[in-house]
């Protein structure tokens, strides 16, 4: 399954498919960014993050891609589980201005067994 | 290494009441951040300390509201005055230097405002 970025914040797939999630970001000149997972009543997980000098970095189970010419990043989740349901954030820094996050919107996820 | 810690989880005020949020930080790390969450957005920055100074202040952080990090190690936040809008999940980050540097959130404390 596949999220349409800001305009589709939920994103339900089966037990074991694969899922990405899109983000669009604000700044061009961003050079830092971050995959976070928030489950209900905690606070956001670190998943993955990736330099502006490269467009994919792989995980454990989770790939992020990013295209800087039109300021995506994409979340993907291979053999989602249900313990993988939550809401996920990307967030962009850029480190000469200080060390804020901007967070998108998110996203819910939802995994059926 | 406990991670970040928050305290309270849960605060329940009534609106013109004053309250205290602590955040202790993973012990390494020398930036400690403030953000507000309110249901289904993301976290919004507020300000971060590098040490114990105070380095940036969003607009959002208006005069009701003040951090300190008096020590370089816990910071706490302060509501005077408090008002239904302020009703949010506060989340304390820390990291060891910039923001590519383990940039890790604490659980939050949920403010009710009543």
């Known amino acids: 399954g596949e999220s349409v970025g800001l305009h589709l914040p939920t994103l339900s797939v089966q037990e074991g498919d694969n899922s990405i999630i899109n983000c669009a970001y604000s700044n061009s000149a961003s050079d830092y960014f971050i995959w976070y997972k928030q489950e209900s009543g905690k606070g956001p997980q670190f998943i993955i993050d990736i330099r502006s000098n490269m467009d994919k970095r792989q995980g454990q189970r989770v790939t992020v891609l990013l295209n800087k010419t039109v300021k995506h990043l994409s979340l993907q989740i291979a053999a989602t589980q249900p313990g993988d349901s939550a809401v996920y954030f990307c967030a962009e820094n850029l480190e000469t201005s200080g060390s804020r996050l901007t967070f998108g919107e998110g996203t819910q996820l939802t995994v059926n067994p | 290494d406990t991670g970040v810690s928050q305290n309270p989880r849960h605060k329940i005020t009534k609106r013109g009441q004053n309250v205290t949020f602590r955040c202790d930080p993973i012990?390494?790390?020398?930036?400690l951040y403030w953000y507000r969450q309110t249901l289904g957005q993301g976290p919004e920055f507020l300000t971060y300390f590098q040490n114990e100074a105070q380095l940036e202040k969003s607009r959002l952080l208006s005069d009701r509201f003040s951090a300190e990090r008096p020590k370089g190690s816990f910071s706490t936040l302060e509501i005077q005055r408090t008002e239904q809008g302020d009703s949010a999940m506060y989340l304390c980050?820390?990291?060891?230097?910039?923001?590519?540097?383990?940039?890790?959130f604490g659980s939050g404390t949920r403010l009710t405002v009543v």
């Open positions: 012990s390494e790390h020398n930036r």
């Open positions: 980050a820390s990291s060891l230097n910039g923001a590519s540097r383990g940039y890790t």
